[in-house]
């Protein structure tokens, strides 16, 4: 079945710096765009970034030149580096995939951006 497992979250300062990985299984990776989403507490989910299969990428105006996205595809996992981390940027961040009109995400990694 379709597996995604975020990781790599924590709690760092404002301005620094934390990078995400997303493990997927169950799928054929390399072949489907994936995106990262993210929920501050009391807030919806939010929409910060994809990368489709081919490499392109779009990004959040709210962490456009701070966030970057990548990917491995022999290692079928997704990154998010994030730089210049800023308290607003607080939320857990899901990985997500869309599959034959399903949505599917992980259960997340909590980011906390705290002096």
């Known amino acids: 079945q379709v597996q995604l497992v975020e990781s790599g979250g924590g709690l760092v300062q404002p301005g620094g710096s934390l990078r995400l990985s997303c493990a997927a299984s169950?799928?054929?990776?390399?072949?489907?765009?994936m995106s990262w989403v993210r929920q501050a507490p009391g807030k919806g989910l939010e929409w910060i970034s994809g990368i489709n299969s081919d490499g392109t990428t779009n990004y959040a105006d709210s962490v456009k030149g701070r966030f970057t996205i990548s990917r491995d595809n022999a290692k079928k996992t997704l990154y998010l580096q994030m730089n210049n981390l800023k308290p607003e940027d607080t939320a857990v961040y899901y990985c997500?995939?869309?599959?034959?009109?399903?949505?599917?995400r992980g259960q997340g990694t909590q980011v906390t951006v705290s002096s």
């Open positions: 169950g799928f054929i990776f390399s072949m489907l765009s």
């Open positions: 997500r995939v869309l599959i034959r009109g399903a949505t599917t």
